[in-house]
């Protein structure tokens, strides 16, 4: 028996035969639409079967209604946003990203247009490739959201917020980070933050999309799902969608967790400079001089002055090429004579703080007079500048020099590179120069022609990128032993302080004779100061190896100098590059500044 109650909405059924199906109306739905519209099949055409007249069984009842679209969960308002900021995002931080890396290499050129710094500039590129990185992961894998992903970036968000507030309250590192890692940094927390709010929309839209439908027990996802499963399978596809979506969902995970991976060294790294950060100046005569040579910003380097200007001779002898000049005798006897102040330039990759420690040595031992050794800006206990041309590395020096009212004269003591350095400021300042030391020293054929050198790209810009990772600093700081570091070894080493690494990569690039440097160096013979009592220290070994550099030593002998000024060219035999680290070099060195200071 069928009970039939007429509404004006439409006609409900009841069938006390079968109470499961309860009540249903005759208003298609997503599923009943799908059902037969009775019990009884469809007559057929032409069939008489339940009419007197005749006329088909179906014009009875209405044409079936078509089944509505059901409307996905995908398709609403905040999902569109949320892909619509996240697409925007990713474009912004990848030219963000092209910007600060062309800063890394480019700092003179672009630096004046970017927030003030006085690092290495790659630590805001970092931010920018993480923000970069994230941002495009998350268009890429939109739809694939999940649990474990959202963790990690979580853990990004809460690293790069602690970040965030070390740089803000360590002086030094808000004095070098200054506002362009803050402004990159927030940037990249607003970043990951629309990566978690995106992956959690697309989430919550997935699980209202499996809530059950009405009152059955199978949701949308699962009828499609079933539906799917039963077409794939035909096709041989079922288990390749799966694996697919499997991997789709570790590549999320995993571009997500090496990001939270690298945020924990550069969390690690900023703690160790924090910690390095309250080191204090190495000695009590150190002055830290705020100058603005070659950068759009004030940056400050580290001088160090010590010792009279004025003393008696001491008592020995200094070995000449032609006789010993016993020094009790000249100067008139005990009487105190004015002497020049001893100024050094130190090799490439060496502070100056550490590489005039036999200087400050003969200081003490009463040998010498006044002695000035500084770290140039990048080096040691200096800020980093956005240009390494020599040109600008020499007026920060008489910028400092100037501050601490040094009158000089100067002996200049130039090691390596620091040779090039002494001879463009000899040229800026002639009248200042009372003589010249140099010490197996770089020449513009020797820096700037040859290529002779080690790769740039391995052995400087590399370790330059990755400082900020601390892989060099951290397993030492961590484990210890013997290869342990303290911490004025992590500011003063050249591997282990990432200003000195990124003012390396920049020194590499202008060693060139297209520079700004090579010009600066060809343009300085014009008025260097030729006659200028001037020796000259080689290092025997490499120019018994390297034609080339016995080559350069020769011109620096007869080109650069002139005959009036020159005093001596000695090969210090069995010492390397480095004449004044070995004791018997050392012992050269001491007596070619003490000649030249008692001249």
Known sequence: MTLIREHKTGTEVNHPDHPWLGTMSREP???????????????????????????????????????PIRQTPYNTWPIRLSFLLITLLSFVSVGVLVILALNTRFATLL?????????????????????????????????????????????????????????CLVPELLHRESLLTISICIFAILTISACILSNRIVQAAQDKEASIVHHGSESLREAELRARVLLLQEENNFWK??????????????????????????TIDLLIRSYDSTYPLPFKFSRLYTVKSGASVKYKVHLACT?????????????????????????????AKKIPTVLLETDTGVAGTRGGDWLLKMRERGEIGRVCIWDRPGYGFSDASESTEVGATVNALWEALEQSKEKGPFVLVGAGYGGILTRVFASRHPDMVYGHLFIDAYTARTYFLTGHRRSPLMHKHLPSLLSPLSLHRFPQALFGGRHSTSRLDRILGSTQNPLTLATLAQESTLSHSRSASFNTLVKSLETYPSDASTIILSSGNMTRDDKIWEKSQRDLWEDVTDEKGRLRWTLVDDVGHAICDDSRGREECEAAVSELVWH
Not at 50 to 66: E, I
Not at 310 to 334: F, H, R, V, W, Y
């Open 29 to 67: 739905s997503e599923i009943t639409s799908l059902l037969p519209r009775s019990g009884r099949s469809t007559p057929r055409k032409g069939s008489t079967r339940g009419t007197s007249t005749g006329t088909q069984a179906t014009s009875h009842h209405p044409p079936p209604r078509p089944i």
């Open 111 to 167: 630096s004046p247009y970017l927030p003030r710094h006085r690092s290495s500039r790659v630590l805001p590129m970092w931010y920018g490739l993480i923000a970069s990185w994230l941002s495009v992961s998350t268009v890429i894998l939109f739809w694939i959201p999940s649990k474990s992903t959202r963790i990690s970036l979580l853990a990004s968000l809460i690293l790069l917020t602690t970040d965030l507030f070390l740089i």
């Open 241 to 266: 969608y799966q694996i697919w979506k499997v991997i789709k969902k570790v590549l999320s995970f995993t571009a997500v967790f090496v990001t939270s991976v690298v945020l924990f060294l550069i």
């Open 307 to 335: 010792g009279p200007t004025s003393m008696k001779p001491p008592e020995l002898s200094i070995k000449s090429d032609e006789n010993m000049a016993d020094l009790t005798n000249t100067g008139g006897g005990s009487r």
